[in-house]
């Protein structure tokens, strides 16, 4: 199995950025599709991004379509979110997992390893 650590979460004002940064140890990171979810407070899990093994894949939710980039350094071990033009909706802990499928989901059913998650809150 594969062990995530997400970090980079914060306290912005709407309109700036973070990148999140995705840690992985354990097998092979870059045989795994990735993707990024978010949770706010009394809501569902939500897809958020998608990147293939070979990054040559990407895929978003529209809600940060233009805004966020996912990205991943196999050499690093390490997977990333970069995130601009924050809105307060963006509010929520994000977390990073991992899919053996091999194709693009955006289903948490399909990612089987998962991080803790980092909070991201954006001020008004």
């Known amino acids: 199995q594969v062990q995530l650590v997400e970090s980079g979460g914060g306290l912005v004002q709407a309109g700036g950025s973070l990148r999140l940064s995705c840690a992985a140890s354990?097998?092979?990171?870059?045989?795994?599709?990735m993707g990024w979810f978010r949770q706010a407070p009394g809501k569902e899990r939500e897809f958020v991004a998608f990147?293939?093994?070979?990054?040559?894949?990407?895929y978003y939710a529209d809600s940060v379509k233009g805004r966020f980039t996912i990205s991943r350094d196999n050499a690093k071990n390490t997977l990333y979110l970069q995130m601009n033009s924050l809105k307060p909706e963006d509010t929520a802990v994000y977390s990073c997992a991992s899919s053996s499928i091999g194709r693009v989901t955006t289903s948490p059913e399909d990612y089987p390893y998962w991080g803790q998650g980092t909070q991201v809150t954006v001020s008004s």
């Open positions: 354990g097998r092979t990171f870059s045989a795994y599709n």
């Open positions: 990147i293939s093994r070979s990054t040559i894949t990407t």
